[in-house]
Each structure stands twice: as structure tokens, then as C-alpha cells.
């Protein structure tokens, strides 16, 4: 049992408050209370006695309080009442910190001492320390009193008390979210820096370093940035920029890496002589020259994933004649940047880089010979066979004589015309064996033995899907045309309608102002240029097995394994193509750059995700979608060149604005519930960080420790969600207490934090408690600073 304490009460109002019914506890001592200094929340009632002797006990929390108002002229009354501390306290900062007295007591960690701040903000005697926040994120979990007062002169966010009953937490000693270390001159033996694995774990670090981190980048002082390399490859760049003073390394806590990423250095060039020789397809760094800018960067054997510059346009995955090609002509230019993959990752790999030569200088241009007189058809002879146009795929075949006719009736497989002058097509219960691109739908591709082989030609859209049943489909995305077909795939006599004169644009008469290229597999030796969509073809090489005539003409599509990719720029093509460089039927379509006909993705598309994994992995900010796991909620569902801009909840709950690492956050946070995802297209901005709450939460409260934090002088508002908590997914951050309702009594209202805790940790073996929430008022009043507590 806890010690006793007798209480003497003056008359008038003690500004007191017991709940707990048939067990009165003190739940709220008012600041103003004139036995604040004497009874604290969480002590439990004994015994009353009067003035006149006479002794009360077990009085229920109303009884108790009634017998107070009647007997408040008597001064001569006293209160026995057995000292409690509640099960948790959580004392927010800013603060000073380092004003508790902790010391070991039964080996639990117990508050001995403490300043009238510490006091305000709910510390007491007797409670025993659970955890400590820091502001870097990290958190000290079921540590002993020395290394507690170690930490308290630290950045503390805030320390959670917990009562001496309790049972102490295994210990933790958990990494901030990110660590930013700037790093004298040094290689890693003398900064006593170890790093392994693909993720470049900091094993050993004589630095201010975490260890347990993953080192994410690293920023040169010239502006260069290293980022996502392994080990062995940080390893190797720190001791290569050993001479270099102010160096920043930048870590993250491995909860935040999904999977080992492609080594990059981004690289400032100067305007002059970049010094280095370079080889292969795509082109790869060999040895610098002494005194070449890049020398002491460690970039012998990278591969050059992407040359430009700052304001304007980039060329990717270059070969090396290409690559050189773009450098000389730039020379003299500010702003040049180059993007480069390092070879050698977390396993050494033998590299011999091409020696560095001295460019030779231009020789002089030769004067053209003159040119040989043409022939034409009047004279005798004729002309070089060579010089006559190579017959292109994509030339109009010569028109052939029409058939006789040799039968009055419709052959079996001719199309049917419909009395709009469209084509149906009966389909038969079996797969289509047909591709399709785009908003409305073009037919694209079809297999030999396609149902639609003979109906219908390729580049016509579809206009309609009937099913036997009488549902029909209009203004379909491919998408939605897909996941129809597939749906209905065991269904004898659907019928799908293609506009009669589709797949013609209206700003040319011979039908077509587009060339469809079938990219065979292997390189291709074409690059293309463009930051933003459409990308144009930059420059086909002489032995590329695909048409010169596409040089300068701009990307409509990419269509590869029935998914049509659209408005990509010159990266995300180049990246596509060599992605899927050993797929067969790929099929590029280019257009002039001055069409009106490029295809568009919707600005926007929702879907709404069951609870449960979503199956993805998330990258890049904005957030994409790098990869679809098996049976992903996702798949074939997110077209390519969106990101998620937004994630909106049936209450009215929306976010968006978010970083990658935010998203993850936030899906996690909602792992129970149905959420939308809300995509938009590359081509627009994200939307501005924002945070929508709905007006109004009614939350049943579970019985038990909840695991929530409040704050609040004024208004209790949710401030945290414990990793445990019974109310993860049900309640929002920062949403304010309207009221508590408890079984059998009045609606509680316009609580303080302390208030609403004390009220929640008191009935927390009470069933069918009412928790209301609302929306975070606009008022600007602060609670920052004030008292948290956790129940």
C-alpha cells in the first residue's frame, strides 16, 4: 500500500476534482487550489472527518463530493487519502530538463528532485522514468538514472514518467530519423570511419556519425553530391576527397531505406577542358588527367548517366563519341552538370579505365569537291543504284488492283457497320490478343490469331464495350478497357465498337502524321533530348537499326508488354528503353513537334486501396511507384508518369504535399482503414502541403493503456500516437477534445490535457467511453510548452 497522507481543508471551495467512481480519485488539482501543495492528481480517497468527529468512509465520487459543498463553512474538517502517482505522465519541452534529480531506486530510475518548472509541468516525486525523446528522433527507452542525467543537458523533446508499480521497458536505445555531420579533411582510417554492406552502414565512427546510421549522401563543398552508394564505394570517395575540407555527410535511420539504391554523383563541371578520356555505350569514365577538375573525385569507371546543363536541356546514357561530342560543344559554357553511376559496389570489381590522351587538335576543314552534274531520266545511263532513296518501312505501299468480286454475300470475317457507320465486333469468350494505348483507347498491336484480325485495323479507337447482359462502357481509359475485358473474358457475344474513321488525325491527308517503330532488342544507338515531355530524338547513329528519318521528330508513346507509357521526357524515355532492352515488340511512336496530337495522360486518377499492404515500393519526391510487389492493390492500375499527390480518407481526413519518407508515414499510420490515393500527371506541380481534418471524430475508446499524448493549457489536443496505441488510425494528430463521455455520467468538456488524461487513465477499465473530437481551431492560441500527458 502507498503512504497516507491527512490532508486539513479550509473552507470554501478546495478546487478539487475525484472520479473513479465507487474508488474516488483525485483526477484535476486547479493552480489556484488551496491544498494544491498538498494533494496531488492521482492520490485515492481514504477517509473524511468532520469537525463534530464524525469519519466517512467508502463514499462513492459523488457522495464524496456532495458531502465537500455541504460542509465547506467547516474548518475544522480533514481528508485521509493514500498517495498514488498515475500510471503516465509525458513532460513536454522546451525545457530545461536537466533540473530533474534522478537517481536508482529498487533498480528503476526515480525522480528524487525536481525545479518548480518541472513541478508545473506535471513532475513528481516517486515516478520512475520510462523513456526520453530527443529532438533528433532518437529515444532513450528503460535506461538506468547515469546515463537518464547523462542525456538531460541533450536536445530533449520530451520524458515520459511512468509510476513505480509499472514494469520498467526492455532498454532501447533507438537512431534519430536523419544525422547531418560535416567532416574535417581525413581519409576514413584517420577519421575512424567503417562503413559495409550495399547500404553503407556505419559500423565504426570516431566522428559525431551514429553508428547503426546509413550514410545517404555525401555533399563535396564544390557542389558535387555522392548519393546511394555502398560501402565500399563511400569508402573509396572519402579517402579519394581526403585532402578536401567541408565535407557534409548526410544519414538516415535504416527504417527509412526500403532497398539498396543505384550509386550517383552529381558533378558541377567548369567551363574549360573537362581532361578525362571516355569509352563504351553508354559511356564510362577512364583516367583523368592531373589536372583535370575531376581528378580527386573518384569518378574512374563511373558510367555517365546524364550530361547538360543547370537551366536547359540534358542528354542521357550517351555513348562515348556522342558524350564527347556534347562536352566540346558546350565548352565555354556555365552550368554544366554531369550525372554519373559508380562501378564497384559493395563487392571490388577489376576496372582498367582508358588511358587519358590529349585531344588532337581540329585539323583544318577541306574545301568541298565540286559537285558531279545529276542525270535524269532524258539522259543516256543512269544513275548510281546507291543513289537512289532506300525503300522505307514506313513508305505507302503501292496501290494494288482491286479483286473481282466473286461472291454476293459477305465474307465470313467482314466488319459489320453499325447504323451509326461505326464497326462492332461480336467477340467470342476467349482472350482479345490485342494491345491498347491511351484516352480513348487505339488499338495498337493484334496477335495473329486475334479475334479482330480482318475486322478492324490497327489505330483505330474504341468507342464502346457491350456486354451480353446489356451493361455498356463508354469513355474508357486503356486501363478501364483492359480490366473490362479481363473481367469479361468468359463471356460469349460481347460486342466492342470502334469508331469507323479513328486513328486518322485531322491535320494530315495521307492518313497518318505519326511513324510507329518496332524497337528490336539490344542497343539501339539513339539518344534523345528534352527535360520536359515530349522528348525529341536527338541523334540516330549510322549502324542503329531504326529509321533515320525519326531524327528530330518528338515521343508520343512507348507502348511495352500492353502498357502504354505517354508525355515522358527525354530521361524517362531513355530510361525505359534501356529498362526493357531485352523485350521483344516495343513499339515507339514519334510524331512531328509541332502536332496537336500528342497523347496526354489524365491529370489526375483516384483509387481506393482496401486495408491492409498496398504492395508497392515508393521512391523519388514526388512519390512514384518503383515496383509493384505480387498481388499488389496497385497493379496495372497506376499509369506511368503519375505520382501520388494526395491521400484522402472516407471521414474527410486528406493530406498531401508530402515527401516519400511522409507517405510511408502516413499509409502506415492508416494500415486498417480503406484510403484513396489520389495520382496526378508529372506535367503538373504537386499539390501545396496542406492537412485537412474532419469537423467532427465520435471514437469509441477501447479499455486500457491507449498509448495517446496530449497537450494543452486551454484545449486538450492529440499531440502523439504511441508506436502501441489502441487509437493508431482512428484519431488525427492535432485534432482537439470536444468531449469525453463516460457511461452513467454528463459529458466532459473543455478539458486541459492533464484533464483529459487524468478523466481517460482513471475510467480506463470502463467500457463504452465516447471519445469527440473536432477539427484544430484557427485561434492561434499556443500550447507549445505546455504540459503533455499520456494515458
Known amino acids: 500500500m502507498a503512504p497516507l497522507a491527512t490532508v486539513p481543508l479550509p473552507t470554501g471551495e478546495l478546487g478539487i476534482v475525484f472520479t473513479g467512481g465507487d474508488e474516488p480519485v483525485v483526477s484535476i488539482v486547479k493552480p489556484d487550489s488551496p491544498v494544491a501543495e498538498m494533494i496531488e492528481p492521482g492520490y485515492k480517497f481514504v477517509a473524511i472527518t468532520l469537525g463534530n468527529g464524525v469519519m466517512y468512509e467508502g463514499l462513492n465520487s459523488e457522495e464524496l463530493t456532495d458531502l465537500i459543498i455541504e460542509k465547506a463553512d467547516d474548518h475544522e474538517r480533514y481528508l485521509k487519502v493514500e498517495m498514488l502517482l498515475p500510471d503516465y505522465i509525458t513532460l513536454e519541452g522546451p525545457a530545461d530538463f536537466s533540473e530533474l534529480v534522478v537517481e536508482d531506486r529498487s533498480s528503476k530510475p526515480t525522480v528524487v528532485g525536481y525545479s518548480p518548472d518541472m513541478k508545473k509541468r506535471g513532475a513528481r516525486l516517486g515516478m520512475v522514468v520510462s523513456s526520453v525523446e530527443f529532438a533528433d528522433g532518437s529515444e532513450l527507452i528503460g535506461a538506468g538514472a547515469d546515463e537518464i542525467n547523462d542525456s538531460l543537458a541533450d536536445d530533449i523533446v520530451s520524458i515520459e514518467l511512468m509510476s513505480p508499480y509499472n514494469e520498467m521497458p526492455p532498454y532501447s536505445r533507438t537512431l534519430p530519423k536523419y544525422q547531418t555531420v560535416q567532416i574535417p579533411s581525413g581519409d576514413c582510417a584517420k577519421l575512424g570511419l567503417m562503413l559495409d554492406g550495399p547500404n553503407a552502414e556505419v ?21 558535387h553530391k555522392y548519393r546511394r552508394l555502398s560501402g565500399k564505394q563511400f569508402m573509396r570517395v572519402i579517402d579519394t576527397t581526403a585532402g578536401t575540407q567541408g565535407r557534409e555527410l548526410m544519414l538516415v535511420n535504416p527504417v527509412y531505406v526500403t532497398d539498396a539504391g543505384e550509386g550517383i554523383v552529381e558533378v558541377t563541371l567548369p567551363d574549360e577542358e573537362v581532361g578525362v578520356s571516355l569509352s563504351g555505350d553508354p559511356a564510362s569514365i577512364g583516367q583523368t588527367a592531373p589536372e583535370s577538375y575531376l581528378s580527386d573525385l573518384g569518378l574512374e569507371g563511373a558510367t555517365v548517366k546524364e550530361v547538360g546543363l543547370m537551366s536547359g536541356p540534358s542528354f542521357y546514357n550517351l555513348p562515348a563519341d556522342m558524350l564527347a561530342e556534347v562536352l566540346a560543344d558546350t565548352k565555354g559554357i556555365s552550368g554544366r552538370k554531369l550525372v554519373v553511376a559508380l562501378v564497384g559496389g559493395d563487392e571490388d570489381e577489376d576496372f582498367n579505365p582508358e588511358p587519358y590522351e590529349e585531344p588532337e587538335p581540329e585539323p583544318e576543314p577541306e574545301p568541298e569537291p565540286e559537285p558531279e552534274p545529276e542525270l535524269d531520266e532524258s539522259e543516256e545511263g543512269l544513275a548510281d543504284p546507291w543513289d537512289a532513296p532506300a525503300e522505307s518501312a514506313f513508305d505507302e505501299a503501292p496501290e494494288e488492283e482491286e479483286p473481282e468480286d466473286i461472291m454476293d454475300t459477305p465474307q465470313e470475317d467482314e466488319p459489320y457497320e453499325n447504323e451509326d457507320g461505326n464497326i462492332d465486333v461480336i467477340l467470342p469468350a476467349s482472350k482479345l490478343g490485342a494491345a491498347f494505348t491511351g484516352t480513348p483507347p487505339e488499338l495498337t498491336r493484334m496477335s495473329p490469331d486475334s479475334p479482330l484480325q480482318g475486322q478492324v485495323t490497327e489505330g483505330m479507337v474504341v468507342y464502346t464495350l457491350t456486354l451480353p447482359g446489356g451493361a455498356q462502357y463508354f469513355d474508357m481509359s486503356t486501363i478501364e478497357l483492359t480490366n473490362a475485358l479481363k473481367s469479361s473474358e468468359t463471356q460469349e457475344g460481347r460486342v466492342l465498337t470502334f469508331l469507323a474513321n479513328s486513328g486518322i488525325d485531322d491535320n494530315d491527308s495521307d492518313g497518318k502524321s505519326y511513324i510507329d517503330v518496332v524497337l528490336p532488342t539490344g542497343k539501339l544507338g539513339v539518344s534523345f533530348k528534352g527535360n520536359e515531355p515530349p522528348a525529341t530524338v536527338y541523334k540516330v547513329s549510322e549502324d542503329s537499326p531504326l529509321p533515320q528519318e525519326i531524327k528530330d521528330m518528338s515521343v508520343d508513346t512507348f ?3 500492353g502498357q502504354e507509357h505517354q508525355q515522358l521526357s527525354a530521361k524517362q524515355v531513355t530510361d525505359l528503353i534501356k529498362s526493357t532492352t531485352d523485350v521483344e515488340g516495343r513499339i515507339l511512336r514519334v510524331r512531328d513537334p509541332d502536332s496537336q496530337n500528342f497523347k496526354t495522360i489524365s491529370d489526375e486518377i483516384k483509387i481506393t486501396v482496401q486495408p491492409g499492404p498496398i504492395g508497392v515500393s515508393f521512391g523519388q519526391n514526388p512519390t512514384v511507384v518503383k515496383s509493384f510487389k505480387e498481388g499488389s492493390q496497385l497493379q496495372d492500375k497506376v499509369p506511368p508518369g503519375m505520382f501520388l499527390d494526395r491521400v484522402e480518407m472516407e471521414d474527410g481526413y486528406m493530406q498531401s504535399g508530402m515527401s516519400t519518407k511522409e507517405v510511408v508515414g502516413l499509409l502506415g ?14 506535367a503538373l506541380e504537386p499539390s501545396p502541403k496542406s492537412e485537412v481534418f474532419p469537423s467532427e471524430l465520435v471514437v469509441e475508446i477501447p479499455t486500457g493503456k491507449l498509448g495517446c499524448s496530449f497537450r494543452g493549457s486551454r484545449v486538450a489536443k492529440v499531440s502523439r500516437l504511441h508506436k502501441d496505441s ?4 482512428k484519431v488525427y494528430i492535432s485534432m482537439e477534445v470536444e468531449s469525453i463521455e463516460i457511461p452513467g455520467s454528463e459529458p466532459l468538456s473543455g478539458l486541459s490535457a492533464a484533464e483529459c488524461a487524468k478523466v481517460l487513465a482513471d475510467t480506463k477499465n470502463t467500457e463504452g467511453r465516447i471519445l469527440t473530437l473536432v477539427a484544430p481551431s484557427s485561434d492561434g492560441v499556443s500550447t507549445g510548452g505546455g504540459t503533455s500527458m499520456r494515458f
Open 203 to 223: 559500423k565504426k565512427s570516431g566522428i559525431e556519425a551514429r553508428e547503426g546510421l546509413l550514410l545517404e549522401s555525401m555533399t563535396h563543398p564544390e557542389g
Open 559 to 561: 507502348n511495352v508488354d
Open 669 to 682: 499510420f492508416l494500415h486498417e482503414k480503406e484510403r484513396t490515393l489520389v495520382f496526378r500527371s508529372t
Open 726 to 729: 489502441k487509437l493508431k488510425g
